[in-house]
């Protein structure tokens, strides 16, 4: 009857652990990035302020549009005008007047 008892409390601590560590892993696999898959500024740097942490992009549809980089770790030393680059901007700063967006994410192309 004692192991009988061991063999059922192992079980019942594995019935109870499982649930918990799938539901941390479904937990963080929903924390996900944002989705990079289309690119929201792509052009060519103009102008960098390295003091302000800003670079000016001509885009190629919306024209030129600053963009804040005060958010991003990223070395500004690397970037210069005229590289081409693909810049992911920060959803809740975005709108179809402005012209100063911050940016979450910059990809240098060429």
């Not at 958010?71 to 210069?80: G, K, S």
């Not at 992911?88 to 975005?94: I, K, Q």
């Amino acid at each position: 009857m004692n192991h009988d008892q061991i063999f059922f409390k192992g079980r019942i601590s594995l019935l109870l652990v499982a649930p918990l560590c799938f539901g941390l892993i479904a937990g963080c696999s929903s924390i996900q990035d944002k989705d990079y898959s289309e690119v929201d500024l792509q052009g060519t740097i103009l102008e960098v302020n390295v003091e302000k942490r800003m670079m000016l992009v001509d885009n190629q549809s919306d024209g030129q549009v600053w963009v804040d980089m005060s958010d991003l770790n990223d070395e500004m030393e690397q970037l210069h005008s005229p590289l081409e680059v693909n810049v992911w901007l920060d959803e809740s700063t975005t709108d179809n007047t402005s012209t100063i967006a911050r940016a979450e994410r910059i990809d240098v192309i060429k």
